[in-house]
């Protein structure tokens, strides 16, 4: 092989692997703030949703529980809340109400003015729910919250998502009548324009677990589903894609030991943003620390490649697990004299609500993390101070430099290998 051919070659490596170059930026967390005193208890597994992620940004919450000393003897809540979020000086605000049967660990989504909630556990030696309940809010006083009867299983800790007008449910707790726990694989479509069920299990799906996230990407039209906990007890780190048009799960390979990927975990939260989906924090008793506070993002396909990147912030919130995040954009808004270091270079916001840290205490604290993409994955300028700029270029070259020793590498093997 010549030098040119050789050189061509590595071009070629690197090129290929340029799509896999930093393309998050790192900003600073801020705990947003809120008018008076009329605000939600401290709680965990609850739900917090959005009908959508652009302004006005109103999202709902609905159930937790208050604490995790004792879970199954703990009163669920069953209040829901509907918050004006204001990215400008003047504080957000929270508006109350108590729609229906308490409950923790279900899942909600959004259907245009309507939030479906699923599944969870209501209180003590009451059964896990399988209904689907309907909550819709007409305006800041006036809801409505009515119930479904479904063949949907009993569950809770399970994951739902909603993909244009239909809900995909999967896995979950089961809670059996002598109150000892199974958990399942199985997979649900609940189709909104004519309430018809559907399933989307397979042989070779993903296996049982709760504790699990799905987002749906509007980018590639796909499902995503991460993490979760399994029936004996192994905490499965592994990604699968769900294709609604075929019902076919297809689990999405990664080379970890080329690039970092995120500890397995539970009770995280995902939320698709941009070209990818974004988690944060969950538990795993198998760590030091249990409980974690890092946050990760996921891109979706780049030339046949997948990969995780790790982000890291100013103003880290406290690890914690069972808590509830959304995803909202912030283009259209102006924000100039915001209080939380949000810019216009800043498309894209991830929120989250609650939940509760190793200190054994939940908490009501709503978090921002704005997210800055680079343009066509080539590094752009961020509204961030020079030095963390510089930080992100040297980022940037050493990442290069690495793909480059590693086509190197990998062609010298592959030649070795031939002789």
């Known amino acids: ?60 919450l609905f159930g ?30 929270w508006e109350s109400s108590s729609v229906a049967t308490g409950r923790y660990g279900h899942c ?36 409505e919250f009515n119930d479904m009867d479904s063949n949907l ?10 993909y244009n007008a239909t809900i995909v449910l999967f896995g979950g707790a089961l809670i ?30 993903p296996s049982s677990r709760f504790g699990h996230s799905l987002v749906a990407s509007l980018s590639t039209r796909l499902l995503y589903l991460f993490g979760g906990q399994e029936a004996q007890g192994s905490f499965p780190s592994d990604v699968w894609m769900l294709d609604l048009g075929t019902k076919s799960w297809t689990r999405i390979e990664i ?45 979706y396909q780049q030339k046949g490649s997948y990969i995780w990147q790790k982000l890291s912030a100013e103003g880290t919130p406290p690890a914690r697990f069972g808590h509830a995040g959304i995803g909202i954009n912030l283009n259209s808004l102006d924000l100039s004299g915001n209080p939380y270091a949000l810019s216009s270079r800043n498309p894209s916001a991830m929120l989250f609500f609650g939940g509760q840290g190793g200190a054994g205490v939940s908490n009501n604290e709503v978090w921002i993390y704005p997210i800055a993409f680079t343009n066509e994955n080539l590094l752009k300028t961020v509204n961030t101070p020079a030095t963390k700029i510089v930080g992100a270029v040297l980022i940037v070259i050493l990442t290069v430099i690495i793909q480059i020793f590693a086509c190197c590498f990998s062609r010298q093997s592959v030649r070795e290998t031939a002789l």
Not at 66 to 81: F, M, R
Not at 256 to 278: E, K, L
Request: proline share 8%.
């Open 1 to 60: 092989e010549t030098t040119h051919e050789a050189m061509k070659g590595i071009l070629g490596c690197f090129l290929t692997n340029l799509s896999l170059v930093l393309i998050v930026s790192s900003q600073p967390w801020s705990m947003m703030k809120f008018k008076g005193e009329n605000t939600p208890s401290s709680r965990l597994w609850h739900s917090w949703v959005i009908s959508s992620p652009n302004p006005p940004f109103k999202p709902i």
């Open 64 to 93: 937790g529980l208050s604490s995790l000393s004792n879970p199954i003897s703990e009163t669920s809540l069953n209040d829901s809340w509907t918050s004006s979020l204001s990215f400008s000086s003047e504080p957000s605000n």
């Open 108 to 143: 909600a989504v959004p259907i245009k003015d309507t939030v479906v909630i699923s599944g969870g556990y209501p209180n003590k030696d009451q059964d896990t729910l399988n209904s689907l309940s309907f909550f819709t809010v007409y305006n800041t006083t006036s809801k």
């Open 153 to 162: 299983p009993h569950r809770y800790w399970h994951a739902s998502v909603q």
């Open 176 to 205: 059996n009548p002598d109150f000892t726990t199974n958990v399942t694989n199985r997979c649900d479509i609940f189709d909104t324009r004519d309430s018809t069920f559907g399933s989307c299990t397979t042989e070779n799906g």
């Open 255 to 299: 080379d970890c030991s080329r690039y970092s990927c995120p500890n397995p975990r539970i009770w995280h939260i995902a939320v698709d943003i941009g070209p990818g989906f974004i988690i944060h924090g969950g538990a795993n008793e198998k760590l030091k620390p249990a409980f974690l506070d890092d946050i990760w993002y996921f891109q």
